[in-house]
């Protein structure tokens, strides 16, 4: 519904004497002329009105009236139906019920209550997606807790009314979702499936291990163990590499609830990713052994990076860094304050430098001459800073937040650390004019206020082959602190800091065809290469078509070509399924055929298999702490009744003020047009002017 009125800037008695002026103008024109005597009083009474109308309205445009317009929008209320699209869902019995007769009912239930609300479907796993198909359960990881954040960020700023969660209530990924569950602000109505009795069963729960292993070193790994049912029985723990088995151990089950755990150590003397392969014997009457073998993947290199970390002085930002460095098998890291190191630099693939001031500047000679990558990190002093100038003074500082630079390319980082750096807190920064040099490559740039300044906070260069980087402020540790307090780990943080370590630590590569691919993968996670072709300039060019072939363990063969975008090249193969594959891409320049090979391992997810069993407790909780109610599969006519009948589930109505001149409306201009030319148009015929 819309209500508009007038708004009168002026005076009541100003229309009044322009319309007065109006009339007395109209009637000297028409009735005190003599030459209209013979024009008969019918035509002199219609051109009267239509000068009088027309000119009027012109003087009141000029009066500064304005036109209020209140529209009304009525907004319905949303019901969410968010469906468990996970394996989990069809692991039990009842899994010919849950893909034919529920889906069935379920969907006849949404069409009664799309008759009085607005109805949207989102169907989740490891994450949530709206559809409006019905679900396939071929998730392979089950996130609560993410659903509930992305309803909250889609649906934030709309009238919803509840949520309906269809769900075993297992969840193998994420935070526990009852502690976020209050966010939503509106009840959730779960509906429990699945089958909450426990069945003889021996799991390999998880496997604990490394990402990395050294040629020639030792490396352990623990398997978890857990028994339902089977007190008194034993089974046997098997590690197998190659088809060769590498370790066995056996495990006495002591009660119907066991919980134990395995450790071993295997020498990793074969380079390259190796794959080891755990199994633990089946028992008589276990219905689901797909839950009792997993595998795990290990990257034997045979090199480690030795990094230098110099501070002036012990500092939060310090031990932030360090544990980045420490925690990642990649990398040696040896830790001394500036004024005790007297080595030489030539052993260390990256030099760190915190709280950088003049008194390293032989250092830093150092690392020029011998071509060693350093990080300058929260320097106390602006001279000789690579690739940046600062002028001001440096006893200023402002509270700078970050944002990100999209135009970064040097290497890539996550969506949802490109998501988090807007979230950052401030950090202090010099007050001052920055200048950065040509070739310099940003990656955060500050936020002062609201204002989104050109002026970086962490920045890549190269010049002459060798790398290095700037990262100017002071509370890079609360960056730490906040992807801890937000997410309970450090992982973001974790990214951010050691991209740019192996960005600056490895060595460039100088062949004209370059091609970056994973080397681990979930077999839930879409494959991505990319690839770089340059001339004989190195400059960038993307006119050659780049080949791919892809084999698999069965010797069978794909092709494909990468598409062209941006200055580089691009190819999705989707999702493969689990395994070792082998490419090889090629592209021809100038008559020369280049080629690169590699491995991509795609790692199988289990996560589905392991527990089954359904937690209706979880599921009341959520229901509990948000005002709503739990139901089972076959009382969707009760759940329809208790949305219908929630007096807090109603239409919100939104009012939308607006307010211009009168005399910004076309549709006056066309009156007004009309009234002057149909008066024009009767004294060309009667009057003859």
């Given at each position: 519904?819309?209500?508009?009125?007038?708004?009168?800037?002026?005076?009541?008695?100003?229309?009044?004497?322009?319309?007065?002026?109006?009339?007395?103008?109209?009637?000297?024109?028409?009735?005190?002329?003599?030459?209209?005597?013979?024009?008969?009083?019918?035509?002199?009474?219609?051109?009267?009105?239509?000068?009088?109308?027309?000119?009027?309205?012109?003087?009141?445009?000029?009066?500064?009236?304005?036109?209020?317009?209140?529209?009304?929008?009525?907004?319905?209320?949303?019901?969410?139906?968010?469906?468990?699209?996970?394996?989990?869902?069809?692991?039990?019995?009842?899994?010919?019920?849950?893909?034919?007769?529920?889906?069935?009912?379920?969907?006849?239930?949404?069409?009664?209550?799309?008759?009085?609300?607005?109805?949207?479907?989102?169907?989740?796993?490891?994450?949530?997606?709206?559809?409006?198909?019905?679900?396939?359960?071929?998730?392979?990881?089950?996130?609560?807790?993410?659903?509930?954040?992305?309803?909250?960020?889609?649906?934030?700023?709309?009238?919803?009314?509840?949520?309906v969660l269809v769900s075993d209530g297992i969840y193998n990924k994420g935070a526990n979702p009852v502690y976020?569950?209050?966010?939503?602000?509106?009840?959730?109505?779960?509906?429990?499936?699945?089958?909450?009795?426990?069945?003889?069963?021996?799991?390999?729960?998880?496997?604990?291990?490394?990402?990395?292993?050294?040629?020639?070193?030792?490396?352990?790994?623990?398997?978890?163990?857990?028994?339902?049912?089977?007190?008194?029985?034993?089974?046997?723990?098997?590690?197998?590499?190659?088809?060769?088995?590498?370790?066995?151990?056996?495990?006495?089950?002591?009660?119907?609830?066991?919980?134990?755990?395995?450790?071993?150590?295997?020498?990793?003397?074969?380079?390259?990713?190796?794959?080891?392969?755990?199994?633990?014997?089946?028992?008589?009457?276990?219905?689901?052994?797909?839950?009792?073998?997993?595998?795990?993947?290990?990257?034997?290199?045979?090199?480690?990076?030795?990094?230098?970390?110099?501070?002036?002085?012990?500092?939060?930002?310090?031990?932030?860094?360090?544990?980045?460095?420490?925690n990642n098998p990649a990398y040696e890291i040896e830790f001394s304050l500036a004024a005790d190191f007297k080595?030489?630099?030539?052993?260390?693939?990256?030099?760190?430098?915190?709280?950088?001031?003049?008194?390293?500047?032989?250092?830093?000679?150092?690392?020029?001459?011998?071509?060693?990558?350093?990080?300058?990190?929260?320097?106390?002093?602006?001279?000789?800073?690579?690739?940046?100038?600062?002028?001001?003074?440096?006893?200023?500082?402002?509270?700078?937040?970050?944002?990100?630079?999209?135009?970064?390319?040097?290497?890539?980082?996550?969506?949802?650390?490109?998501?988090?750096?807007?979230?950052?807190?401030?950090?202090?920064?010099?007050?001052?004019?920055?200048?950065?040099?040509?070739?310099?490559?940003?990656?955060?740039?500050?936020?002062?206020?609201?204002?989104?300044?050109?002026?970086?906070?962490?920045?890549?260069?190269?010049?002459?082959?060798?790398?290095?980087?700037?990262?100017?402020?002071?509370?890079?540790?609360?960056?730490?602190?906040?992807?801890?307090?937000?997410?309970?780990?450090?992982?973001?943080?974790?990214?951010?800091?050691?991209?740019?370590?192996?960005?600056?630590?490895?060595?460039?590569?100088?062949?004209?065809?370059?091609?970056?691919?994973?080397?681990?993968i979930n077999d839930n996670e879409a494959v991505e290469l990319s690839a770089e072709v340059y001339n004989k300039?190195?400059?960038?060019?993307?006119?050659?078509?780049?080949?791919?072939?892809?084999?698999?363990?069965?010797?069978?063969?794909?092709?494909?070509?990468?598409?062209?975008?941006?200055?580089?090249?691009?190819?999705?193969?989707?999702?493969?399924?689990?395994?070792?594959?082998?490419?090889?891409?090629?592209?021809?320049?100038?008559?020369?055929?280049?080629?690169?090979?590699?491995?991509?391992?795609?790692?199988?997810?289990?996560?589905?298999?392991?527990?089954?069993?359904?937690?209706?407790?979880?599921?009341?909780?959520?229901?509990?702490?948000?005002?709503?109610?739990?139901?089972?599969?076959?009382?969707?006519?009760?759940?329809?009744?208790?949305?219908?009948?929630?007096?807090?589930?109603?239409?919100?109505?939104?009012?939308?003020?607006?307010?211009?001149?009168?005399?910004?409306?076309?549709?006056?201009?066309?009156?007004?047009?009309?009234?002057?030319?149909?008066?024009?148009?009767?004294?060309?015929?009667?009057?003859?002017?």
């Open positions: 519904m819309d209500i508009s009125k007038l708004i009168f800037n002026s005076p009541w008695y100003f229309i009044l004497i322009c319309l007065f002026c109006d009339f007395l103008a109209a009637a000297v024109l028409y009735y005190k002329n003599k030459k209209n005597n013979d024009t008969p009083k019918a035509i002199l009474y219609s051109m009267f009105f239509l000068r009088f109308t027309g000119i009027g309205f012109i003087l009141l445009l000029l009066l500064n009236i304005f036109l209020k317009q209140v529209t009304n929008e009525t907004q319905n209320p949303i019901i969410l139906m968010a469906i468990d699209n996970s394996r989990s869902m069809t692991a039990n019995a009842d899994s010919g019920f849950v893909k034919k007769e529920f889906l069935d009912q379920f969907n006849a239930f949404k069409k009664e209550v799309g008759k009085n609300f607005t109805v949207k479907t989102v169907l989740f796993g490891g994450k949530s997606k709206s559809e409006e198909i019905n679900p396939n359960f071929s998730e392979k990881e089950t996130d609560i807790n993410n659903l509930f954040s992305d309803l909250e960020n889609n649906y934030s700023n709309q009238n919803v009314g509840a949520l976020n569950s209050e966010k939503l602000g509106y009840p959730v109505y779960s509906v429990a499936m699945g089958d909450t009795n426990e069945v003889k069963d021996v799991v390999l729960q998880k496997i604990n291990h490394n990402q990395f292993a050294y040629l020639g070193n030792i490396f352990p790994f623990e398997v978890i163990i857990t028994s339902k049912k089977y007190s008194g029985k034993e089974v046997t723990v098997s590690i197998m590499h190659n088809g060769i088995k590498k370790g066995e151990q056996k495990i006495k089950i002591t009660s119907d609830n066991f919980l134990a755990s395995s450790n071993f150590t295997l020498s990793a003397d074969v380079g390259g990713i190796q794959k080891y392969t755990i199994n633990v014997s089946g028992l008589e009457g276990e219905k689901n052994t797909g839950n009792n073998s997993q595998s795990f993947l290990i990257d034997v290199i045979d090199s480690r990076y030795k990094v230098l970390f110099l501070a002036n002085a012990p500092h939060p930002d310090v031990s932030a860094i360090r544990d980045v460095i420490a080595k030489t630099l030539k052993p260390y693939s990256l030099v760190i430098i915190h709280g950088y001031s003049n008194g390293q500047s032989l250092v830093l000679a150092e690392c020029k001459t011998g071509n060693i990558p350093f990080w300058i990190i929260d320097p106390v002093s602006t001279d000789n800073l690579n690739g940046i100038r600062i002028g001001g003074s440096i006893n200023k500082q402002n509270d700078a937040e970050p944002y990100l630079n999209n135009s970064f390319g040097l290497f890539n980082i996550s969506d949802d650390l490109k998501k988090f750096i807007k979230d950052l807190p401030a950090i202090k920064t010099f007050f001052g004019t920055y200048s950065v040099g040509n070739g310099v490559n940003v990656l955060i740039n500050q936020k002062i206020g609201v204002i989104e300044t050109e002026n970086p906070i962490l920045i890549f260069s190269e010049l002459n082959g060798l790398k290095s980087s700037v990262f100017i402020g002071d509370g890079l540790w609360r960056w730490k602190m906040r992807d801890f307090a937000e997410h309970n780990n450090v992982n973001l943080f974790t990214e951010l800091i050691g991209k740019s370590i192996q960005y600056l630590s490895i060595k460039g590569d100088k062949s004209f065809f370059r091609v970056t691919s994973p080397k681990v300039s190195y400059e960038l060019i993307t006119v050659p078509d780049v080949s791919l072939t892809l084999t698999n363990s069965d010797k069978k063969q794909f092709n494909s070509i990468f598409s062209k975008a941006e200055g580089m090249y691009k190819l999705n193969l989707g999702y493969l399924t689990q395994g070792e594959y082998k490419y090889e891409a090629k592209v021809k320049i100038n008559g020369e055929m280049l080629s690169k090979q590699g491995t991509i391992m795609v790692k199988e997810i289990v996560s589905e298999k392991i527990n089954t069993v359904a937690n209706h407790q979880l599921l009341y909780q959520l229901s509990n702490k948000t005002g709503g109610k739990l139901f089972y599969a076959d009382q969707l006519n009760q759940l329809r009744e208790t949305i219908l009948k929630n007096q807090l589930i109603k239409p919100i109505t939104y009012s939308t003020n607006q307010t211009k001149l009168i005399i910004e409306l076309k549709w006056l201009f066309y009156i007004i047009l009309f009234l002057l030319s149909a008066e024009w148009y009767f004294r060309k015929q009667y009057l003859s002017i």
